[in-house]
């Protein structure tokens, strides 16, 4: 049996070509790491225990470094090692390397592996836990109390994150560029109604042929540029912006939205004369009690309906 399992041992690390090795390493011959920065509760270290003792063996394996004292130095699985000693168990199967590791890279190793972790989709995790009908089971899933309080609360809306296929763009921008991008989408995202969940797919092909269109125009091939000109387009037909909000006759299609003033003056921006007399306005507004500090808005509203009473 012994000669059988080294045989199937061999032939898998022939696959893994040298870089990645299996071993089944007696317990005394592992070193645990000095200093962990990831830490397991009492609760979870004891489920993890009781789960090790269910199955009789680790059902993921830790990555180690094979020093040149023998020594298999556990760099991740700390914890199910430990556990696995708990358990009972004398010897673990391990993942390890043999090729010189400075103690940079091995610490920059185990960071890494406690770092890059997944995140549950909450529905899903929700589905998946109720799915569960065995009592034992439950609790070898290994939720905490605290994770359990959040489920209770999970909400399941039409679409999650994990369902969605993504395509990443990356453009890289001046720091006034930068500035300027963001306070522009800001302007766009307010523009945006709240039934308005995410994007279509075809979205991104769209935009990819904007961005194309614009360089072809202008004879420039940075992309970042190019979106730098579109937003120049943009800023020049604030006004139309008026669209998603007035009907045909002009009347709010939504009662409750908000929008921005920009798209009605065309600007953000303000001469300093003009911007005092409308300063002097909304303060003696303020001091009546005709508008509130919240509300400081309602001064353009009532000056317009003024305005138009004259008509």
Not at 35 to 50: C, P, S, W, Y
Not at 98 to 122: F, T
Not at 232 to 257: A, W
């Amino acid at each position: 049996m012994v000669d059988e399992q080294t045989q199937q041992i061999d032939s898998i690390n022939a696959k893994l070509g040298g870089k990645r090795k299996i071993a089944i390493v007696p317990i005394d011959q592992l070193e645990f790491l000095e200093k962990n920065a990831r830490f397991m509760k009492n609760e979870q270290f004891q489920n993890l225990v009781n789960n090790i003792k269910e199955d009789g063996q680790l059902s993921s394996l830790p990555f180690c470094y094979l020093q040149e004292n023998g020594k298999y130095k556990i760099l991740s699985g700390n914890h199910r090692c430990k556990a696995a000693i708990a358990a009972g168990l004398t010897e673990v199967p391990v993942i390890y390397t043999d090729e010189p590791l400075p103690e940079d890279k091995q610490i920059a190793i185990q960071l890494s592996h406690n770092a890059i972790a997944g995140e549950d989709d909450p529905m899903i995790l929700q589905e998946l836990y109720d799915a569960i009908e065995n009592l034992d089971m439950k609790y070898y899933a290994g939720l905490d109390d605290k994770i359990l309080e959040q489920l209770d609360k999970v909400e399941i809306p039409g679409i999650t994150e994990s369902q969605l296929t993504y395509a990443t763009v990356q453009f890289l921008f001046l720091p006034n560029e930068l500035d300027r991008l963001l306070e522009t989408f800001e302007m766009a995202t307010d523009m945006i109604t709240s039934d308005a969940v995410v994007a279509r797919f075809a979205e991104y092909d769209r935009m990819l042929d904007s961005l194309e269109k614009v360089k072809g125009s202008f004879n420039i091939h940075n992309g970042a540029t190019a979106i730098m000109i579109i937003l120049d387009i943009f800023e020049r037909h604030l006004e139309d912006l008026q669209e998603g909000y007035l009907d045909e006759e002009g009347e709010p299609k939504h009662n409750k939205s908000f929008v921005p003033l920009s798209s009605v003056l065309g600007t953000e921006y303000v001469p300093t004369e003009s911007i005092a007399v409308i300063k002097r306005a909304v303060d003696r507004m303020l001091s009546k009690g005709d508008v509130s500090k919240k509300n400081k808005w309602q001064a353009l509203e009532y000056w317009a309906a003024e305005y138009l009473s004259g008509d």
